[in-house]
């Protein structure tokens, strides 16, 4: 066990659909980071939280969003899904802004 | 654009053997780090590295970063079945905030 918890496990759902992942980082980490891993583009960065904020955007697209909460734990809402977005999405967490990850186990999504 | 370059792409050895893998970029990371991915779960940090010719060993993994901080190794000595996996590098740029760029990633495979 990472200390970072990702829920659901496997989501499958239909196009056009919508779904939330939850993250809980490791007790102590202030920094959250969500990525999206497929087979033929490896892990992509998508957004990363420090503290509740908003730190920096990687190639996350308009119908994805994410907020991290005052407990710190996160959510990647996931919108109007297609079947491109079927993926492992991945969090992760840091003390600060600096240092390495210590990642979930992650959630598998498919969209059919 | 893919900044981080990790070859070989697959690798198949046998129980015993010695293996050296390749994490390259045109671009000067303030730090690099080595994960190892196993199906199903996320990826583990194995090392991070700061210092340009800096080597860092962990049991039978070498880890060196070179000198111009572009580029990375791991050697395996004496690779054994549970050594299988993903191994990702990834990189911090300089001057950004702690956001990890990841490469493809080398698909080891360590036949008994």
């Known amino acids: 066990d990472s200390g970072v918890t990702q829920t659901p496990k496997h989501l499958i759902t239909a196009t056009g659909q919508r779904v939330t992942l939850r993250c809980s980082p490791r007790?102590?980490?202030?920094?959250v980071y969500w990525y999206q891993q497929s087979l033929d583009q490896g892990l992509q960065f998508l957004i990363q939280?420090?503290?509740?904020?908003?730190?920096a955007k990687g190639n996350i697209l308009e119908r994805f969003s994410a907020q991290q909460f005052p407990d710190l734990h996160s959510e990647l809402n996931l919108s109007s899904l297609e079947l491109g977005d079927s993926a492992l999405y991945f969090c992760?967490?840091?003390?600060?802004?600096?240092?390495?990850?210590?990642f979930g186990s992650g959630t598998r999504l498919t969209v059919v | 654009t893919q900044l981080l370059e990790q070859s070989p792409q697959f690798l198949s050895i046998q129980e015993g053997e010695n293996l050296t893998v390749y994490c390259n970029s045109s671009s000067v990371f303030s730090s690099l780090q080595w994960y190892r991915q196993e199906p199903g779960e996320g990826p583990v940090l194995l090392v991070t590295?700061?210092?340009?010719?800096e080597v860092k060993k962990l049991k039978r993994l070498t880890f060196q970063f070179g000198d111009a901080r572009k580029d990375s190794s791991l050697h395996i000595t004496a690779a054994q079945p549970g050594d299988t996996g993903l191994y990702l590098c990834a990189g911090v740029h300089t001057g950004a905030n702690s956001k990890l760029t990841f490469g493809k990633g080398i698909t080891l495979s360590v036949r008994p």
């Open positions: 007790s102590g980490d202030l920094s």
């Open positions: 939280y420090y503290n509740g904020e908003e730190r």
């Open positions: 992760a967490s840091s003390v600060g802004t600096v240092g390495g990850y210590t």
């Open positions: 590295v700061v210092t340009g010719g």
